[in-house]
């Protein structure tokens, strides 16, 4: 048998295995590449950076845990960034679990890297209603009709910052975390387009282009995957060294990211050589 | 996320059992499969009742009843039309009994017509409107300073000429001969390109997961034995 036939029969287990080492390898090894943040991702640093203190920033957490490794890194670095500049965040979800992870963030975050701020004040988690965009309709034109108390079970308006914000329009920005349906489409198509609320997204790799469309004109920037993740942590470095210290997640993910793009580019090349081998055969 | 030695372990043991299917199908892969289902399930319903069901229908209904425990509730008066909801919410359990299932569609169809109304109304505005004007660009952008931009001005033709012949590919009431034939087949192009950038980001956002789950199983080999 030829090596072109061993290729041809390769058991897929032997191609886990292959990725399972361009993953773990580097993993080990520490090792990283530089980032440098693009236009989509430095909109948005940009955006929060104009925002003058005080500001209000609803984060909807609209994933679960099957898609924390993308998401997680990109709203831990967006919660510094707008706790850092002394801006507001309240979040919410329209996925159930997405409650949960805001928590996760503030738990892992907000409470041992900044002890000063408060909840309530600062930051407060409304947490997961059911109703997809329907719920973003109605609270477009009131939050208290389905928001009438927080995870903690304190009313809303008990809250200093639930005190101005009556209606959607009434945030800043808008800055979704989406790993699908309902996310930073439904927030395009029933808050920012209507309401004229600026809203970003942090998004999963694989819905990244589906949102690319909304760019710039509906959307002020995006952060696709992993990689958006590791630039927007590359753009806060850079301004804000003091988080040079703090674990850049992403950023250390994509060395082994990338090294595993490499293994799959070589697999495709290597398929496509069988393909091309084998219509030449063929033919003859 | 800091967890304990127990619930690492516990992660990284679940975890396993899932990537054990990479090898083969097996028991215990399908315990772990079984039992994200079910806890799926569970945290759904929990979070249903206590995130949405209480605080937006008992609680308006019946005040009283949940101020106990919803202390936002109290002073509120009863709101006696989220009667009507609710009897949408039963309407659509009757799917589940043999004579009267037909009681079901009187809500569902309001479902549907809420959302088909809603829905083409956006989609119209942030998907049609939005997005025919979001491609009315100039085709040479002009520099502030003087001149033109040649990276601005490639992206706009780019954009243009992508959507036009993306358009034309799926336009079937004209053979696709001639000219209709040459666009087309750079439409084809253009979807081509579109599905391998698709593909690309695809291929990232499943190694991210690797990734996530790698992270997991070493966290918990360091705690464990010390290794890394």
Redesign the interface.
């Known amino acids: 048998m030829s090596i072109l036939d061993n290729l041809q029969n390769l058991d897929r287990r032997i191609i886990f295995l292959f990725i399972g080492l361009a993953v773990i390898v580097p993993l080990i090894f520490n090792l990283t590449f530089p980032e440098h943040p693009t236009p989509i991702v430095t909109a948005i640093f940009d955006f929060v950076e104009s925002l003058p203190e005080g500001s209000v920033v609803l984060m909807p957490f609209d994933y679960d845990p099957s898609t924390a490794p993308e998401l997680d890194p990109m709203a831990t670095a967006l919660m510094r960034h707008c706790l850092t500049r002394n801006l507001k965040v309240c979040t919410m979800a329209l996925w159930p679990e997405g409650q949960g992870m805001a928590n996760n963030i503030f738990t892992n975050v907000v409470e041992p890297e900044f002890p000063e701020k408060v909840y309530g004040i600062d930051y407060v988690n409304l947490g997961y209603k059911a109703g997809a965009q329907g719920l973003i309709n109605t609270i477009l034109l009131n939050m208290r009709s389905m928001y009438t108390a927080d995870t903690r079970g304190t009313p809303v308006d008990d809250l200093p910052l639930m005190k101005k914000v009556i209606t959607l329009r009434d945030f800043d920005l808008i800055m979704n975390f989406s790993a699908g349906k309902p996310g930073s489409k439904e927030w395009i198509q029933f808050a920012g387009d209507p309401g004229d609320i600026p809203i970003a997204s942090g998004s999963t790799a694989v819905q990244a282009p589906l949102l690319y469309p909304y760019y710039p004109s509906q959307m002020v920037g995006m952060m696709g995957g992993l990689k958006g993740a590791a630039e927007y942590e590359a753009a806060l470095i850079e301004a804000y060294p003091q988080f040079k210290e703090q674990t850049s997640i992403a950023t250390q993910l994509m060395a082994p990211q990338a090294v595993a793009h490499f293994v799959i580019i070589i697999f495709v090349i290597i398929g496509n050589i069988i393909y091309f081998t084998e219509r030449k055969k063929k033919r003859l | ?2 967890l304990s030695p127990l619930e690492l372990t516990l992660n990284g043991i679940l975890t396993l059992m899932i990537l054990s299917f ?2 083969k199908d097996n028991p215990f892969y399908k315990f772990a499969e079984h039992l994200f289902v079910g806890v799926s399930a569970a ?2 319903m929990v ?2 009742v206590w ?2 069901l209480m ?2 229908l008992i ?1 308006r209904i019946t005040p009283g009843l949940v101020s106990s ?5 109290a002073d509120r008066a009863p709101e006696y039309h989220f009667i009507i909801p609710a009897l949408f919410g039963l309407l659509l359990l009757t799917r589940l009994l043999p004579k009267g299932n037909w009681l079901s569609r009187w809500a569902l169809a309001f479902v549907v017509g ?2 088909a109304g ?2 083409f109304v ?2 119209l ?3 049609f409107v ?2 025919i ?2 491609t009315m660009l100039p085709l040479l952008v002009l520099r502030d300073s003087g001149g033109i931009d040649i990276g601005q001005s490639f992206s706009h033709i780019v954009l243009i000429v992508g959507v036009f012949s993306g358009l034309v590919y799926f336009f079937f009431s004209k053979e696709h001969k001639g000219v209709t034939g040459s666009i087309s087949r750079v439409g084809i192009w253009i979807l081509m390109i ?1 599905f391998g ?2 593909f690309g ?5 499943r ?9 997991v199983l ?1 966290r918990w080999i360091e705690q464990i034995f010390g290794i ?1």
């Open positions: 996320m800091n990479l090898y945290y759904w979070q249903g995130q949405t605080p937006n609680a425990f919803m202390p936002e509730a809420y959302a809603t829905n956006r989609y505005q942030s998907d939005a997005q004007q979001s579109t950038a698709s980001y695809t291929v990232m956002a190694i991210s997961l690797l990734l996530g789950r790698m992270q070493m890394f």
